[in-house]
């Protein structure tokens, strides 16, 4: 603690800096085959992950790709049903984040790209609704709905995300996100 500081008047955000200027930085692509294919393995091949791990010390971040409603062989499913195309997006997240050992409790934030806002908002409200109920998920995360020209014309939903949480192995060793 710096001089003349007392806890009411520090800021822990400069204490978080602080740890993490000395951690190294390791970073590897993240994918689960059993739930949707590669990118690479497109007819038109892409250039990207289905998302990245970020161990920064203790802590872990995932970043995930926008993921639609895709199979493990890279064919679109659900062709016409938002409903059915929204419950494949989030089932493909999930096993994404289940890859590295996470979960929905640890995902902090969303950005989903609807084709027609107009059209599909209310549905997608809906289903999101349900699903989060279901996981009994609180606080939800923060998030922003944007209206998309897509990559696959037959998509009409795509969602991207972020967790963060400190690997398993170091929580039973006693540490926590407080």
């Known amino acids: 603690m710096q ?22 930085i390791q970073k590897r692509a993240i994918s689960n085959p059993h739930v949707l294919n590669e990118a690479y ?34 064919n679109s499913v659900h062709v016409g049903d938002f409903r059915a195309q929204m419950r494949r997006t989030l089932h493909n997240i999930t ?8 979960t929905w ?28 109920r279901e996981l009994g998920l609180d606080p939800l995360p923060a998030s922003t709905g944007i209206q998309a020209k897509l990559c696959r014309p037959e998509l009409l939903i795509e969602i991207e995300a972020i967790a963060m949480f400190r690997p398993r ?3 039973s060793q006693g540490t926590t996100l407080d």
């Open 95 to 102: 096993g994404l984040l289940a890859a590295e050992g996470a």
């Open 105 to 132: 409790y640890d995902v902090v934030r969303t950005t989903c790209y609807l084709r027609d806002i107009d059209r599909d908002y209310e549905a997608f409200n809906e289903e999101r609704t349900a699903f989060y």
């Open 169 to 171: 192995a170091a929580q």
């Open 3 to 24: 001089k003349g500081m007392d806890d009411s008047t520090r800021n822990p955000l400069t204490d978080i800096l602080g740890t993490l200027a000395g951690t190294s």
């Open 41 to 74: 393995a497109y007819a038109k091949p892409s250039s990207f992950s289905r998302g990245m791990r970020i161990d920064l010390g203790e802590l872990t971040i995932l970043l995930i790709s926008g993921t639609a409603s895709i199979d493990e062989q890279g």
